[in-house]
């Protein structure tokens, strides 16, 4: 399926430092717009990084950049040059990270909820 793991959790999971398999997958997922970036990519189709730049108000280059780069490590995206000028580069889920979709949509269908019901108890604004 996928080859490829980030270092850091690859030397974890050497080490048995995960307590269990909850805590990889939220190590794989977590970090700032992780999850957000796999639900667009996930639902949407491919994007190129300037259409995802565009998703996130006053969030850096650097920072989506490096979210790509750790997804990528670890086999959930995969990024598509195309041999045209000027080169066009596509991000898009991989087999592996369209495993994770489900559990993303999941994640937004909770979380839809639940600002509803905090809504509805007048506990945040409408």
């Given at each position: 399926?996928?080859?490829?793991?980030?270092?850091?959790?690859?030397?974890?999971?050497?080490?048995?430092?995960?307590?269990?398999?909850?805590?990889?997958?939220?190590s794989i997922i977590?970090?700032?717009?992780?999850?957000?970036?796999?639900?667009?990519?996930?639902?949407?189709?491919?994007?190129?990084?300037?259409?995802?730049?565009?998703?996130?108000?006053?969030?850096?280059?650097?920072?989506?950049?490096?979210?790509?780069?750790?997804?990528?490590?670890?086999?959930?995206?995969?990024?598509?040059?195309?041999?045209?000028?000027?080169?066009?580069?596509?991000?898009?889920?991989?087999?592996?990270?369209?495993?994770?979709?489900?559990?993303?949509?999941?994640?937004?269908?909770?979380?839809?909820?639940?600002?509803?019901?905090?809504?509805?108890?007048?506990?945040?604004?409408?």
């Open positions: 399926m996928c080859e490829t793991l980030r270092e850091s959790v690859k030397k974890k999971l050497e080490n048995d430092d995960y307590y269990c398999e909850k805590e990889l997958t939220l977590s970090g700032k717009y992780k999850v957000v970036i796999l639900w667009h990519l996930g639902v949407e189709g491919p994007h190129r990084f300037s259409d995802l730049e565009r998703l996130f108000d006053n969030v850096s280059h650097k920072t989506i950049s490096n979210q790509l780069k750790e997804l990528m490590d670890d086999g959930i995206v995969s990024r598509k040059v195309y041999p045209e000028m000027p080169p066009k580069v596509e991000y898009s889920v991989t087999e592996l990270g369209q495993t994770l979709v489900p559990i993303v949509e999941m994640m937004y269908t909770w979380g839809k909820q639940r600002i509803s019901q905090l809504k509805e108890e007048g506990l945040i604004g409408s």
